[in-house]
């Protein structure tokens, strides 16, 4: 039986004018991405000797590139509700590579992601420059990951990270791992940590499969971008911040994932009936 990762949206041909049009984007988009981390770099060589692992102007620098990015992609952003403002880390449903660029548009956040990205080029250097935490597969450096997550959070760094594990055709929210959540009950940061959930959906431009902005499986990232970038009519994506949850509030670490997953599974249902 085929189930949904195997399907593929169905899509449109690129005319000659949607392939002048994407690598009018394309050229405009390398421009501000990498002209945007050259001036990150530099300002971080500064910040790193007088600031250590806080790092109080470079994810400024992030989130205007993010958001001039996602003009230059043709994605409209709507935001609802405000990102928190208590320590803590935020988790979202993932759709898309495109979440990375729509999440630090709207907050000045560090991803966590698997340790493969780092190796993935240009996006490899992007995330590593801005500060990702990046987590290996391996249960036998589960301990030492654990660790690096709790000192990255008693930083004040905010973390984000997807706790379906993989990303999605954008149509549903996928159960959630707990694993990542348990550095949250260790050492008595359950008492002063709070994590926010946010909902993430996106909505196709005009005339364009539901399952447009969707990239998971086997799918090629370039083909991807090319696609998004040939697209004249605009999408939108809707970025709805639910209020804090108190890790304090929760038996255990399944107990958290599961209030989160809720949360974020009823605000993708109720986008998708709006």
């Excluded at 501000?32 to 994810?59: A, F, K, N, W």
């Excluded at 706790?163 to 949250?184: H, I, M, N, Y």
């Excluded at 804090?244 to 009936?273: C, F, M, S, Y």
Aim: charged residues 20%; glycine residues 10%; hydrophobic residues 45%.
């Amino acid at each position: 039986m085929t189930g949904w990762r195997d399907a593929r949206p169905k899509l449109r041909r690129i005319s000659p004018l949607g392939w002048g049009l994407a690598l009018l984007r394309l050229s405009t988009f390398a421009i501000v991405t990498y002209g945007g981390l050259i001036l990150l770099l530099v300002l971080r060589l500064m910040e790193r000797p007088l600031c250590g692992l806080s790092r109080p102007v470079t994810p400024y620098v992030t989130q205007g590139v993010c958001k001039a990015g996602l003009v230059v992609l043709g994605l409209r952003l709507c935001q609802t509700g405000q990102p928190m403002t208590a320590r803590g880390a935020v988790v979202a449903n993932h759709t898309s590579w495109l979440d990375i660029f729509v999440l630090n548009a709207c907050d000045r956040v560090y991803f966590v992601s698997k340790a493969e990205v780092a190796r993935w080029p240009g996006i490899g250097w992007l995330a590593r420059a801005t500060g990702t935490l990046f987590i290996a597969r391996n249960g036998a450096e589960a301990k030492v990951q654990q660790q690096q997550f709790e000192t990255r959070l008693r930083a004040g760094h905010r973390l984000l990270f997807f706790p379906e594990g993989t990303s999605t055709d954008g149509l549903r929210v996928l159960p959630f791992k707990s694993t990542l959540f348990a550095a949250f009950f260790t050492h008595g940061m359950n008492h002063v940590m709070h994590i926010q959930p946010v909902t993430v959906s996106y909505i196709a431009p005009k005339d364009e499969d539901a399952r447009f902005y969707g990239w998971w499986g086997e799918m090629d990232f370039g083909r991807h971008l090319i696609r998004v970038l040939a697209t004249p009519k605009w999408g939108r994506v809707d970025v709805t911040y639910h209020p804090p949850v108190r890790v304090d509030d929760h038996a255990d670490r399944k107990a958290l994932a599961a209030d989160l997953e809720r949360t974020i599974r009823q605000g993708h249902n109720a986008g998708a009936q709006a």
